[in-house]
Nanobody, 123 residues
Framework: QVQLVESGGGLVQAGGSLRLSCAAS????????IGWFRQAPGKEREFVAG????????YYADSVQGRFTISRDNAKNTVYLQMNRLKPEDTGVYYC????????????????WGQGTQVTVSS
């Protein structure tokens, strides 16, 4: 069992930066693939980024490639999402999720979810 808690969201102007954190409980955190997803009002949840267990490989949605960086510190049971050059279309609730039992970019296959953190980017 893993519990996930996101933090670091907020209001930022376009072009600014935020760093989200996903803190996990449980000694098995390092054995899980972790994904970040987001959901904007009126839109479906979408994959943003994912990172493998040892942190040596990662995946990004085309819309954030080159602007967002995912990383993890297994000693701290934490995954980070550094978001730079933010755009208004990045606005939404950001969720971290763990332990996908299928394609990493499909939210429905993840076993564990956090409660989300709001990111609002003003133009």
């Amino acid at each position: 069992q893993v519990q996930l808690v996101e933090s670091g969201g907020g209001l930022v102007q376009a072009g600014g930066s935020l760093r989200l954190s996903c803190a996990a409980s449980g000694r098995t955190f390092g054995s899980y693939f972790i994904g970040w997803f987001r959901q904007a009002p009126g839109k479906e949840r979408e994959f943003v980024a994912g990172i493998i267990r040892d942190g040596l490989n990662w995946y990004y949605a085309d819309s954030v490639q080159g602007r967002f960086t995912i990383s993890r510190d297994n000693a701290k049971n934490t995954v980070y999402l550094q978001m730079n050059r933010l755009k208004p279309e990045d606005t939404g609730v950001y969720y971290c999720a763990a332990d996908p039992r299928g394609s990493y970019n499909v939210g429905d296959v993840y076993n564990y979810w956090g409660q989300g953190t709001q990111v609002t980017v003003s133009s």
